[in-house]
């Protein structure tokens, strides 16, 4: 690992609020950053972690070498190891009219070119086994009124484990409501499905008209992903 | 006991594919895993090859773990598998269930008693984990009244920055801060043990 230079006091202070849990997203980067250029940083953890474990219990007084040696013969192994990536559902974007009857004379019209590509699905196939699993999905429902955006409701499934590939449909709300899932994104890449692309496209021009009519062969029952708020 | 929630940060991170966010949640974890498995088994060298299977598998099931129970508790289910599967896993080989016999025949030639340390301890590395102790207690009782408060009440009670701030009624801020400055006062007194030895790289 590289050595890098002394910790200041700034990173010194984020590595502490991190051990607590207590540090923001940008923080954590940092403090990421720092672990892996700074044998200071590192070394520092060890001792914040070491305090906190000695403080609960002396009998996990530990020599550093030790616990240096455990880490070094673990990192090695890890190497080995494919990344394991759990992609985290996107948040929850804003309803967006699909259909002409919409777009006239809405203000929300502009934005319906976006909807389209944040179209997105990971088909089973793409899957490598166990070592991506699908966060959730979002899925919106707009009221029949178009440019009416405040009557969406959201519902996202749960977090599902690794190895099937699971789309959780988890609200078609009211009638004649269009259902836009929201992109899923595995370590920030976007998975696309074409034959769903040309299904949407195909299905946009229908205004009122559910999508997903009936249930297709890429969704499966909200009943086995209970809807979490 | 740390708050599930203290790990939350960096284990979204090892979701997201940061391995090194997954090696400080080893740091944290190595010293506690190792002593249950040391509880669990009475062969003291297997202890870090157990452990090290334990991370590993942690490591890869880390899609799985959902936060419905603290990290701890789920690594530590990880840590018993592990240790009952290699027990058995010797225990049916008949090939290692020989060599161990004629290990310790060996044993009874050396020196080792019936005192064996736990841990495969040296007297060297006991007394340096005494001394660690012991530089921690004074280090302790020398902070301030605040400072003594504030990572007391974070690292024995378990309180957020929230709560203890309400607790001594101080900004979070200050919170964070004092417990930092404790943790510092701490660890210098740490330095010269903990770097002691050449070739300790982190």
């Known amino acids: 690992m590289p050595n890098g230079s002394e910790i200041n006091a700034s990173m010194a202070?984020?590595?502490?609020?991190?051990?607590?849990?207590?540090?923001?997203?940008?923080?954590?980067?940092?403090?990421?950053?720092?672990?892996?250029?700074?044998?200071?940083?590192?070394?520092?953890?060890?001792?914040?972690?070491?305090?906190?474990?000695?403080?609960?219990?002396?009998?996990?007084?530990?020599?550093?070498?030790?616990?240096?040696?455990?880490?070094?013969?673990?990192?090695?192994?890890?190497?080995?190891?494919?990344?394991?990536?759990?992609?985290?559902?996107?948040?929850?974007?804003?309803?967006?009219?699909?259909?002409?009857?919409?777009?006239?004379?809405?203000?929300?019209?502009?934005?319906?070119?976006?909807?389209?590509?944040?179209?997105?699905?990971?088909?089973?196939?793409?899957?490598?086994?166990?070592?991506?699993?699908?966060?959730?999905?979002l899925m919106v429902t707009q009221a029949p009124t178009p440019g009416v955006d405040s009557g969406a409701t959201l519902a996202s499934s749960r977090p599902s484990t690794a190895g099937a590939v699971v789309a959780g449909v988890s609200a078609l709300g009211a009638s004649g409501s269009f259902v836009e899932p929201t992109a899923l994104v595995a370590n920030g890449q976007l998975i696309r499905d074409a034959r769903l692309d040309r299904y949407l496209a195909a299905h946009k021009q229908f205004a009122g008209v559910s999508v997903l009519g009936t249930p297709s062969a890429f969704v499966r029952s909200a009943a086995t992903d209970a809807p979490k708020n | 006991?740390?708050?599930?929630?203290?790990?939350?940060?960096?284990?979204?991170?090892?979701?997201?594919?940061?391995?090194?966010?997954?090696?400080?949640?080893?740091?944290?974890?190595?010293?506690?895993?190792?002593?249950?498995?040391?509880?669990?088994?009475?062969?003291?060298?297997?202890?870090?090859?157990?452990?090290?299977?334990?991370?590993?598998?942690?490591?890869?099931?880390?899609?799985?773990?959902?936060?419905?129970?603290?990290?701890?508790?789920?690594?530590?289910?990880?840590?018993?598998?592990?240790?009952?599967?290699?027990?058995?896993?010797?225990?049916?080989?008949?090939l290692i269930t020989e060599s161990a016999r004629a290990i310790r025949d060996d044993d009874d030639e050396t020196s080792r008693t019936e005192n064996e340390l736990s841990d495969g301890e040296t007297p060297e590395s006991l007394l340096a984990s005494k001394q660690v102790a012991e530089a921690v207690n004074s280090a302790i009782e020398a902070l301030s009244d605040e400072l003594r408060q504030a990572i007391t009440l974070r690292e024995i009670e378990g309180l957020s920055y929230e709560e203890i701030a309400e607790s001594m009624n101080c900004p979070i801020g200050t919170v964070r801060s004092r417990i930092f400055r404790a943790r510092e006062a701490i660890a210098l007194r740490l330095r010269p043990l903990l770097d002691a030895r050449q070739g300790l790289r982190w």
Not at chain 1, 15 to 26: C, I, K, Q, V
Not at chain 1, 103 to 124: E, F, L, Q, V
Request: proline share 6%.
């Open chain 1, 13 to 137: 202070e984020q590595l502490s609020a991190l051990a607590d849990g207590e540090l923001e997203d940008t923080g954590v980067s940092a403090v990421l950053g720092a672990w892996r250029t700074s044998e200071s940083a590192r070394s520092r953890w060890h001792s914040y972690q070491l305090i906190g474990d000695v403080l609960r219990s002396e009998d996990l007084a530990s020599s550093a070498g030790k616990d240096a040696s455990f880490l070094a013969a673990l990192r090695t192994r890890l190497a080995g190891e494919p990344v394991v990536l759990a992609p985290e559902p996107l948040v929850p974007q804003p309803v967006e009219p699909m259909w002409p009857a919409a777009a006239n004379g809405s203000a929300a019209g502009g934005r319906t070119a976006a909807a389209g590509r944040r179209w997105s699905w990971i088909a089973p196939s793409a899957v490598a086994a166990g070592f991506v699993a699908v966060a959730g999905m």
């Open chain 2, 1 to 94: 006991m740390n708050a599930p929630d203290a790990d939350a940060p960096l284990i979204e991170r090892v979701k997201r594919g940061d391995v090194k966010a997954f090696e400080m949640l080893v740091v944290k974890y190595q010293r506690r895993i190792e002593r249950l498995i040391g509880r669990m088994v009475r062969d003291v060298d297997l202890v870090p090859d157990i452990a090290q299977e334990t991370f590993i598998r942690a490591y890869r099931a880390i899609p799985q773990f959902r936060g419905e129970s603290a990290f701890y508790t789920w690594l530590y289910r990880i840590a018993v598998n592990t240790a009952k599967k290699t027990l058995g896993e010797l225990k049916r080989d008949p």
